[in-house]
């Protein structure tokens, strides 16, 4: 708990409490993707490839531009952390701006946008099969953007001293390392926020605290992309299982997770590539 407050409220404090919030990014002139026709582009699609990600590690995949990608849940209930990059590494999945976009849980619509330079969707959500579950009586949510990943740096801080290697921030480590070519040192500094694929997290309305619970989800269930450009992901398959009680924890029951990717017989009508932001760079220079 939060220690209670040391000074006392201004006599107008409840008046300031209840000013009413403002959104603050309004996002009526954000392009919105055309749902329709990338559901009607699967039509007829092929599949390319699978990538089974062991429990408790990580894996790679690659998805052109135009292809769609499925993340599967295959034997039980398993959360993932997924970082994107743009094939050549150049551009990585920007949480903090995606969240500011679309909100804390991502579902169907919501895009995976890059980061500064560039801006731009990157992967579009197309179906969400646990998007049911809405928002719970604590505040819970699915595929959520505002937790980091598991890291050996906080278990080390937390445990004062402890030494793990198969959370997620060094399995997307070792399989961003192998599929690149990279050596972990090159590899670390490229791995970033994450999309919590499957996890049910909030806030605690009381002390504020990021929380989890056991995920809803069901052998079965996917969340499935669009890719808008030429991807790498890296998915982890997280330490902490459906993370009902604990993460970095080789006590948890973890279960793969199944990547597969689909070419459709033809682009979406009306898609294309997204073009990177407009912003000319100039920083008022």
Known sequence: MKPAPE???PVDGAAR???APVICYPVETLPKPDLAALRAARAGWEKVSETLVPAREAGAFEVPAGHFFRIVSVEGPQVGDLNLFSAD????FYSGKTRALHGTHLSTGDRMWSGFPTLRPMATITEDTLDWYGFDAFGGAVHDVIGTR?????HCLLSQGGQYHHCCHSNLTRALADARGLTLVEAEPLVHDVLNVFMCTGFSRDTGQYFMKASPVRPGDFLEFFAEID??????ACPGGDCSAEHSSDAAACHPLLVEVYRPAAPPAGWVAPAVSGYDRSHGR
């Open 231 to 236: 991807l790498l992901g890296v998915l982890s």
């Open 150 to 154: 598991c890291d050996p740096y906080t």
């Open 7 to 9: 000074h006392a409220a």
């Open 89 to 92: 590494l150049a551009e990585r």
């Open 17 to 19: 409490k209840a000013i």
